[in-house]
Structures are given as structure tokens and as C-alpha cells.
């Protein structure tokens, strides 16, 4: 436990901060599993997915939450999926 007054503040900012970064992660994960479990079946609902999926990896990506070219492979390969679903 840090001693400091300042030490005790970083401490509760770097808290709030991982708890905002798991928020957005883990609506990340569950947008992408309903994208797959989706692409495989109904065309139109998966592309209307994909664009929702695609802000929100660029916002994290934005944010520093994914690292940019994690996000542009993420998004090239789900692309690939809904084309090679057809």
C-alpha cells in the first residue's frame, strides 16, 4: 500500500482507469461473439454487426486499448469471415 498522498491518488486513478479499460473490452468481446455466432447465418444483421464492431475497435484502438494494427488485423480477418460465409 503507498505511503504518499500522491502515491494514493495514482493509485485510485490507475484503478478507475483499468476498471473504464475492462468496460470496454469486455463489450468488445461480447459484440464480436454475436458477430460470429450471426455471420453464419443472416447476411444483412451481420454487415450492420461488422460496422458497429469496426467503431468500436477503432475507438479502442484510439484510446490505446488495443494497439492499432491488433485492431486493423481484427478487423480484416472478420471481414474475410462474413464474405467467406456467403
Known amino acids: 500500500m503507498p505511503q504518499r498522498r500522491n502515491a494514493i ?3 485510485r486513478k490507475n484503478y478507475t482507469r483499468h476498471m473504464h479499460n475492462l468496460d470496454i473490452k469486455t463489450d468488445l468481446k461480447k459484440t464480436i461473439k454475436s458477430f460470429i455466432s450471426v455471420a453464419k447465418s443472416d447476411q444483412n444483421k451481420a ?3 461488422l460496422k458497429g464492431l469496426y467503431k468500436k475497435m477503432d475507438k479502442a484502438a484510439k484510446h490505446r486499448i488495443l494497439h492499432k494494427k491488433t485492431a486493423a488485423r481484427r478487423k480484416s480477418r ?3 469471415l462474413l464474405v467467406s460465409s456467403k
Open 9 to 11: 491518488k495514482d493509485l
Open 47 to 49: 454487415k450492420d454487426l
Open 78 to 80: 472478420f471481414a474475410r
